[in-house]
């Protein structure tokens, strides 16, 4: 049996999202998959991870050049179908190749763009359209992260070819949990110049985040509580509609009092999240949210969206919001009492969260890879 893997998506160093889950999965998979298995591993040339662990006897890497790398999934990728099929294709981003294996499985990790249009571009909308409407009808098994994507799938979509399989994402247990020391935390926060307790948010700057919301419920928060010495930090690069956020940054009357990172190494993420008094993740629209496991397995509070697909996974010590400013306002209020309650459920979350792991999720796509045949 031959499995073939695009890892064009798990090769660069500044993972986000759909990069950092295709390299995560990857790595498990290694050794989710039995040695009697042959995989091919497809890379954008020479590309590969820095961080990758070598590949087992039973995996190849297959560079795939070609001269620009546009349009490399639809071209070379097809090419090397074409010549070379393999049994099962995986594709841990929803964009198939024109040929595809004998059998494909795919992952779709939202819709997004159904929900909150005016958060891309029209060109962003068509495109990821079309690549959704493709994956349900030419992949045979689409996982998706979460049940809250499942339904916007079934009631988006009518033709749908595909197995639609719930698998959860996860998040680096060795990297985020309660054993990150003060020191490191405290170097972390004078790196980037963070003197006072603060809120973080973790995710592109961008509107589908719901980043220009947060700022408002921030300013609204000091109005009330003059004395609070909280900061607002946000960790991240910027995405679209980030003009927005910039604007509302440079107007704000609490402007001194938030600071916009730009991309955060992941080495430095855990100290963030240990040293945050909250981690405020309302966006407008999740698959998933991994930052929610990463925030709660290092037993900081979170903030989410009611309704969203980081309801499935919030913990004793996170609090909804049902989407107004007002009520993000009050949730701050809540997340950010010094009650022992707080802290003792927080502590808990942090080992009710270990039970997503990485691993959990490999061997279940390792199965969908394996009973496809």
Partial sequence: MVIG???????????????QFAFSVIEALKVAIPESVEVRLYLRGDEQAPDATPLPASW?????????????????LTLEMVLHKPDVLFVPAHVLPLVRGKRTVTVIHDVAFLHNPECYSSFERWYANRMTRCALRDADVVIVPSEAT????????????????VIPEAYDHNQFNTAIEQRAVADTLTRYTIGSPYILFVGRLEEKKGVTQLIRAFEQYLRTHQDDPHLLVLAG?????????RAAIDASPMATRIRALGFVPAADLPQLYAGASVFSFATKYEGFGIPVLEARACATPVIVRAGSATEEIAGEATFITDGTTEDLVL???????????????????????????????????????????
């Fill in 5 to 19: 893997i695009d890892g064009s998506r798990a090769t660069t160093s500044q993972r986000t999202g759909v990069e």
């Fill in 150 to 165: 499942r339904r916007d799938i079934e009631n988006g979509y009518t033709q749908i070819r595909a197995k639609i399989v």
């Fill in 237 to 245: 690069k910027p995405g679209y509609g980030y003009e927005s956020v």
């Fill in 331 to 373: 949730m701050l209020e809540k997340a950010l009492s010094t009650s022992a309650d707080v802290r003792e459920a927080a502590l808990r979350d942090s080992e009710q969260v270990k039970e997503y792991t990485w691993e959990r999720t490999a061997q279940r796509i390792a199965t969908e890879l394996m009973g496809s045949l």
């Fill in 60 to 76: 190849s890497a297959r560079p795939l050049s070609m001269p620009g790398m546009r349009a490399w999934t639809s071209i070379r």
